[in-house]
Structures are given as C-alpha cells and as structure tokens.
C-alpha cells in the first residue's frame, strides 16, 4: 500500500519551529509500505521555521502575527492532494493538530494551546476526496 505521510513524522526538519518529531511506528511502516513524503506548509510556498499558524473560526488560516497565510495553506493542500493522487495513495498518516494535517481536532485559532473540534485544510481536502486520514 501506498501512504501519504507528514514529512516531520519521518524525521525531516520541516515543522514551523524548524524541528521535526519523528514517530517510529509511522517510520516502521516504510518496511511493508510505500511511504510518500509531503510538508503541505512548504508546499504551499511557507519558508521553514515560519511563524506559527491556526484555522480561525471562519475558516481562514492567520498567523500569529496576524498574516492571513490561508492561500498558502490551500495551496499546500491541493498539491499534497495532487501528490497522493499522482502516486496512488489509499491512505494519509498526518501530524495531529496541526493547521494543515490535524484531523478531529485542532488549535482553536487564539494561540493560547486550546483545542477544538475541526480539520486542518490537508486533512479536510484529503478527506472530501476520499483518502482515509489518521493522525499521529
């Protein structure tokens, strides 16, 4: 099978701090599947570190300092939804919470570390096209 998967869990250097949190279960997978690599931030066009970003209640995706980073975001997420298309993947492993790739639930939009109910802009499209998404 071929996965879709978040490039920090694999151990690369791209989340918005510029560090990476390695899972090695996910990484474990590569064994028995085909793993395919996507940073849907950088994909968009972000630099790494950037400034962190959350999903505001209406949908829009603002970063701390207030820059509405929203079409970069949907830009990431179309391309990784290209990329998983493209290579046939069945199945997505994304970061949870995060602005992109958080699934179920995800950083309210305040910056204070809250949580609430919704999807990250990754995970909805992939969703709405009917890759199965979980996260780690």
């Known amino acids: ?17 510029g ?5 090695e ?3 474990a997978l590569g064994k028995e599947h085909t793993l395919v ?3 849907p931030e950088m994909l968009g066009g972000l630099p790494c570190p950037r400034t962190p970003c959350e999903v505001q209640g ?3 995706v603002l970063a701390k300092d207030g820059t509405d980073r929203t ?5 990431g997420a179309e391309e990784a939804l290209r990329i998983c298309l493209e290579n046939g993947c069945e199945k997505a492993i994304l970061k949870a919470r995060s602005p992109s ?6 950083y309210d939009g305040s910056f204070t570390g809250a949580l609430t109910e919704g999807n ?10 009917g890759i199965e998404v979980e996260n780690r």
Not at 120 to 129: D, I, P, R, S, Y
């Open 25 to 27: 279960s996910v990484i």
């Open 71 to 75: 079409a970069e975001y949907v830009k």
């Open 120 to 129: 990250g802009v990754t995970a909805k499209l992939l969703t709405e096209n």
């Open 58 to 60: 209406d949908g829009r």
């Open 19 to 23: 560090k990476c949190i390695p899972d």
């Open 37 to 39: 690599p996507v940073c």
């Open 101 to 106: 790739c958080g699934k179920g639930i995800i």
């Open 1 to 17: 099978m071929k996965i879709l998967v978040s490039r920090c869990l694999l151990g690369e250097k791209c989340r918005y701090d």
